[in-house]
């Protein structure tokens, strides 16, 4: 899979939030690890610079889907831990129906059921 470049600015920006949140259904994850995560589990198609990822949890945050915490473990320097809220699995919920729907109208309507 060809990783996604520069020009799909508007596509990954408008997936970061979704995908963000799904990498912390399981379990409390810090922003590095996140992106680690989003890169594996997507075989290097989509990758975020940390740098644009921690806006991105900022704006989750606020908006009170996910709930961060400063953790200090020895030997390792403090890292903020981000984990789902209530609403946040909520909104998860919602985004995946909506996504799936939204790629099932993509695959339909490019050609793409069979590639």
Avoid: C, N
């Avoid at 508007?10 to 990498?23: D, I, N, P, T, Y």
């Avoid at 945050?61 to 953790?71: P, T």
């Amino acid at each position: 899979m060809a990783p996604i470049d520069t020009d799909d600015h508007a596509r990954k920006k408008g997936s970061a939030e979704f995908l963000v949140l799904a990498q912390l259904e399981d379990r409390p994850r810090h922003g590095y690890e996140i992106g680690i995560e989003i890169e594996r589990k997507t075989r290097g198609a989509v990758s975020f610079q940390i740098a644009s990822l921690y806006p991105v949890l900022y704006r989750l945050e606020r908006k009170g889907l996910i709930a961060g915490q400063w953790v200090e473990k020895a030997g390792q320097r403090r890292r903020r831990y981000y984990k789902l809220t209530r609403v946040g699995r909520k909104v998860l919920s919602e985004q995946r129906r909506s996504w799936s729907e939204f790629v099932a109208a993509l695959q339909a309507a490019g050609g793409l059921e069979h590639a």
